[in-house]
């Protein structure tokens, strides 16, 4: 196994991280065609999940819908393994922040805040180049993967300028350290919860979704302003992010209300640009139980 996740990594990952765009892209052209017309790659998952959430859809332009997710999956993959080796500058020109400065105030007084996004557009990108636009110090908060070796470079190249990535596991020691710093912390909130019964149901794309109930009850727990950060794609290769306010007074705010803004917010995004949504995740995979209880 370390020999074969050698080989995988200084063979074939940092090589093709390496390369120029022009040849990344003509590289995700074939993958597409790989993903899309070879292999199939989870498209029954991929066109259940839009057929289910555009129900007003036709199945022509669901298929026309899927092409486009495909497209666009083939360049995350690509644009994601260019993080590898991607420099600084040009991690930075790629995603652009429009309004870091909306955080100022909240550094100023020495407040962390909380970050909500999804899967939308290119999530790994933003990673890379958060700490650099804010003030705050950055903080990703993740599931770490099986893989060990992976686990590792995984975190060293999304980390590489400045962004600290801590599992899932210790969220609570993150928010109840002190700092000399204040910190942003990141919550990817359209992750499906393991268990069914802990996590927040809301409708979501027509559905009943379960979703991570972390953003809001930190919020409330430690007083941390929550923002939504929208990921645009301007062209290829080419990002721009923009932060909107979901509450600076999270403990004002009813049960559920955080949890449904910041979903409300990225279905927006999804609504308006499908393509760019991880739809081959099992998004769905959870019935809502009945009598389900509130989340903790």
């Given at each position: 196994?370390?020999?074969?996740?050698?080989?995988?990594?200084?063979?074939?990952?940092l090589?093709?991280?390496?390369?120029?765009?022009?040849?990344?892209?003509?590289?995700?052209?074939?993958?597409?065609?790989?993903?899309?017309?070879?292999?199939?790659?989870?498209?029954?998952?991929?066109?259940?999940?839009?057929?289910?959430?555009?129900?007003?859809?036709?199945?022509?332009?669901?298929?026309?819908?899927?092409?486009?997710?495909?497209?666009?999956?083939?360049d995350?993959?690509?644009?994601?393994?260019?993080?590898?080796?991607?420099?600084?500058?040009e991690?930075?020109?790629?995603?652009?922040?429009?309004?870091?400065?909306?955080f100022?105030?909240?550094?100023?007084?020495?407040?962390?805040?909380?970050?909500?996004g999804?899967?939308?557009?290119?999530?790994?990108?933003?990673?890379?180049?958060?700490?650099?636009?804010?003030?705050?110090?950055?903080?990703?908060?993740?599931?770490?993967?099986n893989?060990?070796?992976?686990?590792?470079?995984?975190?060293?190249?999304?980390?590489?300028?400045?962004?600290?990535?801590?599992?899932?596991?210790?969220?609570?020691?993150?928010f109840?350290?002190i700092?000399?710093?204040?910190?942003?912390?990141?919550?990817?909130t359209?992750?499906?919860p393991?268990?069914?019964?802990?996590?927040?149901?809301?409708?979501?794309?027509?559905?009943?979704t379960?979703?991570?109930?972390?953003t809001?009850?930190?919020?409330?727990?430690?007083?941390c302003?929550?923002?939504?950060?929208?990921?645009?794609?301007?062209?290829?290769?080419?990002?721009?992010v923009?932060?909107?306010?979901?509450?600076?007074?999270?403990?004002s705010?009813?049960y559920?209300?955080?949890?449904?803004?910041?979903?409300?917010?990225?279905?927006?995004?999804?609504?308006?640009?499908?393509?760019?949504?991880?739809w081959?995740?099992?998004?769905?995979?959870?019935r809502?139980?009945?009598?389900?209880?509130?989340?903790?």
């Amino acid at each position: 196994m370390i020999v074969a996740n050698l080989l995988l990594y200084y063979l074939i990952i940092l090589p093709i991280s390496k390369l120029p765009y022009g040849a990344l892209y003509g590289l995700s052209d074939f993958l597409f065609w790989v993903f899309y017309s070879l292999t199939g790659y989870r498209k029954k998952v991929v066109f259940d999940n839009l057929k289910r959430s555009f129900p007003e859809k036709s199945d022509a332009e669901i298929q026309q819908l899927g092409k486009l997710f495909y497209r666009h999956f083939a360049d995350l993959i690509l644009e994601s393994l260019s993080i590898f080796s991607i420099s600084q500058k040009e991690a930075s020109a790629r995603m652009k922040f429009t309004n870091p400065e909306i955080f100022d105030k909240h550094f100023k007084e020495g407040r962390n805040v909380i970050l909500a996004g999804g899967h939308f557009n290119n999530w790994e990108l933003f990673a890379v180049a958060v700490d650099d636009a804010l003030k705050h110090a950055t903080i990703a908060l993740y599931k770490p993967l099986n893989n060990q070796f992976f686990d590792e470079k995984m975190r060293s190249s999304r980390g590489k300028y400045g962004l600290r990535m801590i599992s899932t596991r210790k969220a609570t020691e993150v928010f109840s350290t002190i700092t000399d710093q204040p910190v942003a912390v990141i919550f990817a909130t359209d992750q499906s919860p393991s268990n069914p019964r802990k996590g927040y149901w809301t409708k979501f794309l027509n559905q009943d979704t379960i979703v991570l109930f972390g953003t809001e009850k930190y919020a409330k727990e430690y007083n941390c302003p929550v923002y939504y950060g929208s990921i645009q794609k301007v062209k290829r290769g080419y990002y721009e992010v923009t932060f909107s306010l979901i509450t600076e007074n999270p403990q004002s705010c009813a049960y559920g209300e955080i949890t449904e803004m910041h979903c409300k917010l990225l279905e927006k995004d999804i609504l308006e640009n499908p393509q760019y949504w991880l739809w081959s995740h099992r998004r769905w995979k959870h019935r809502k139980p009945e009598n389900i209880e509130a989340a903790n």
